[in-house]
């Protein structure tokens, strides 16, 4: 059996990460459904357990402050793969910060493409239905209404249990919090 992967991403919940799951069953419908997400570190192996990986995330995550993104333009990383996706405008350099720093000891990573914070509406099978999907995603997110900010202070470390299944192993919190008793 294939060494599982694991991942670090920020559900986008409400009204934007309901409109991008709705769209992509419409786009396309024989994929797996996927929550809306936003990525910190893409899919990969680990380099030691789980739990080390764990207590690295916590250790380096709480030491940054919750923050806010906001979601631009819809775009394409056509030709050099299908996918359509929405832009992250407004904080990306604070998502690429956090990402080099958490692509390091039990999660480094060399990654096949470049870092760009992106919501992912769609991944298609090929470079024609990708352009179509981008133009209906873009006419659909122009005409959204909804909030494009997104407050992200609590991140899901995942893995994949099976091709495009993932699981959620443990929440990951932006920032220390100080309970008083």
């Not at 990306?92 to 990654?111: G, V, W």
């Not at 914070?117 to 122009?142: D, G, N, V, Y």
């Not at 959204?144 to 893995?159: C, D, K, Q």
């Amino acid at each position: 059996m294939q060494k599982p992967r694991y991942a670090l991403v920020a559900y986008v919940r409400g009204p934007a990460g309901e409109f991008v799951e709705n769209l992509r069953r419409e786009l396309h419908p024989d994929l797996p459904h996927l929550a809306a997400h936003l990525s910190f570190l893409p899919p990969r192996p680990l380099q030691g357990t789980e739990s080390s990986a764990l207590q690295f995330l916590e250790r380096i995550c709480s030491q940054e402050e919750p923050f806010e993104v906001s979601l631009g333009a819809v775009e394409t990383f056509v030709p050099v793969t299908p996918t359509v996706y929405i832009r992250v405008d407004g904080a990306a350099s604070s998502m690429c910060a956090l990402h080099r720093k958490l692509n390091t000891e039990a999660l480094e990573f060399e990654e096949e493409w470049p870092y760009i914070p992106h919501l992912t509406i769609a991944k298609m099978s090929a470079e024609q239905p990708a352009q179509r999907a981008f133009e209906t995603a873009r006419e659909r997110w122009a005409q959204y209404a909804g909030n494009r900010r997104i407050l992200l202070e609590r991140l899901t470390f995942v893995r994949e249990d099976a091709q495009n299944h993932w699981v959620d192993l443990a929440p990951v919190l932006l920032g220390r919090t100080l309970v008083s008793k």
